[in-house]
């Protein structure tokens, strides 16, 4: 356990005094008339999402995501929807190693997570004692960055005397559609498809979540950034696996679907990717292909990948009787997946929801709408509160299911 008011080095200490908040300070009228706008790295866009209005009261929510290499704040209001959001995105400073470093992925966020929450504040022209809650990630992840977020979070819910509520990061990821412009409306089947996670939900309500399915070794996103470094290709591996392939031919190379023959027989929907990752590294070793058969070579792994995740995913439509999916999580991102998910999914008469493009990848504005849903109506008390103390801890290894 740590005690954001113990270390002075924390970053968790000096938020209070950085940001300029008092403990205990008088809640002034609430002035958000004018915030129709959110902010991102590249500029000021128009609110998209508005839910409709709930019976409780409005609530102002921060949300702090720092659980790998992305540095993601947002403000997020329960009945004007995002009002700002800022990212600040460690690619390229993990970029020469290959992969993330996670001693320098911490002390980054520590740069820069004050400064991204001031921007928020500044964009959405709001006060920090205007928020009823901070929002942040406490799993799973990379454990030194998951505490640079939480001991801020923590500090700051400290010194405006509100409740801090620790989001499991798949959650933000889950309920991440509700973003958009046309949201789906629960129950609905997730496919969670992270750089650490391939998982097939039948998602209730918040916090409802039955587990019809799972890898049982590598991730989706894992086994792009693997093959991607087998073929050659920086970091992150995904995008860039996903690009060359748009120049490959997927027929040309024939690779193995893993799990997906028997599915019919057994009814399982877990997944295995790791023959699929060792097929193309045996491909490799034996070939050793250029450019153009690198290209082929890219196309076929993310056919084999894209024909798993869809069959799978149609179905666990099938299996729950749901005809609503919704896709979550940096592969998400996929364009390849996004074309035969729409194809398969309009053949069966059921519709696929994903996350606006900005929102499939790690950010602080997923991490405050789930915090915004969870002390709306869910039932969820907020984990902390001014009464109950700040004491906080972080989870870098937590299953979405004992979730509650
Ligand atoms: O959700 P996310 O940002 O972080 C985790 O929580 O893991 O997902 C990152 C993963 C990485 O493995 C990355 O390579 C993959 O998502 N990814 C993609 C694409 N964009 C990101 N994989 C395939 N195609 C993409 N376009
Ligand atoms: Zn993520």
């Known amino acids: 356990m740590f005690h954001p008011d113990l270390s002075l080095e924390s970053p968790g200490l000096r938020v209070a005094a950085a940001l300029g908040s008092g403990r205990g300070s008088v809640l002034g009228p609430r002035r958000l008339q004018k915030v129709a706008y959110y902010g991102c790295e590249s500029g000021i866009f128009p609110v998209k999402y508005k839910p409709e209005p709930r019976p409780l009261p409005p609530m102002l929510i921060l949300g702090i995501e720092t659980s790998c290499d992305e540095t993601g704040i947002a403000l997020y209001h329960s009945e004007r929807g995002l009002l700002a959001h800022a990212l600040h995105t460690q690619v390229a400073m993990h970029q020469e190693y290959g992969g993330v470093v996670p001693e320098l992925a911490s002390r980054d966020h520590i740069r820069r ?58 959650e933000g990821h889950l309920l991440s559609p509700l973003l958009a412009s046309n949201p789906p409306k629960f129950p609905f089947v997730a496919l969670l498809v ?26 989706a996103g894992e086994a792009f950034d693997k093959t991607a470094n087998l073929l050659g290709l920086g970091y992150p591996g995904g995008p860039a696996l996903a690009q060359l392939a748009g120049q490959g031919r997927a027929g040309q190379y024939k690779l193995p679907r893993p799990m997906l023959e028997q599915m019919h027989r057994t009814g399982n929907l877990d997944f295995s990717f790791s023959g699929l990752k060792t097929a193309v590294l045996l491909l490799v070793r034996k070939e050793a292909p250029d450019a153009a058969a690198k290209a082929d070579v890219a196309a076929s792994f993310q056919e084999a990948i894209v024909d798993v995740l869809v069959a799978k995913s149609m179905y666990a439509l099938e299996q729950t009787g749901l005809n609503q999916l919704v896709v979550a999580g940096g592969v998400g991102a996929n364009r390849r997946l996004r074309e035969r998910l729409d194809r398969a999914a309009a053949e069966e008469g059921c519709s696929v929801f994903y996350p606006e493009f900005e929102f499939c990848t790690d950010n602080g504005a997923m991490i405050a709408l789930a915090g915004a849903l969870r002390m709306q109506g869910s039932g969820v008390k907020a984990e902390k509160s001014a009464e109950g103390g700040y004491a906080f801890n972080v989870k870098p290894r937590w299953g979405l299911s004992t979730l509650v």
């Open 194 to 219: 992270s750089g650490g996670h391939t998982q097939l939900m039948r998602v209730a309500g918040v916090g409802e979540y039955e587990l019809l399915g799972e890898t049982v070794d590598d991730a």
């Open 113 to 170: 997570v004050l400064p991204l929450i001031r921007r928020v504040m500044r964009e959405a022209g709001a006060a920090l004692q205007e928020i009823d809650a901070v929002a942040y990630t406490q799993g799973p992840g990379l454990a030194g960055a998951l505490l640079v977020g939480t001991s801020v979070a923590n500090a700051l819910a400290f010194t405006l005397g509100i409740p801090a509520l620790g989001i499991h990061h798949l």
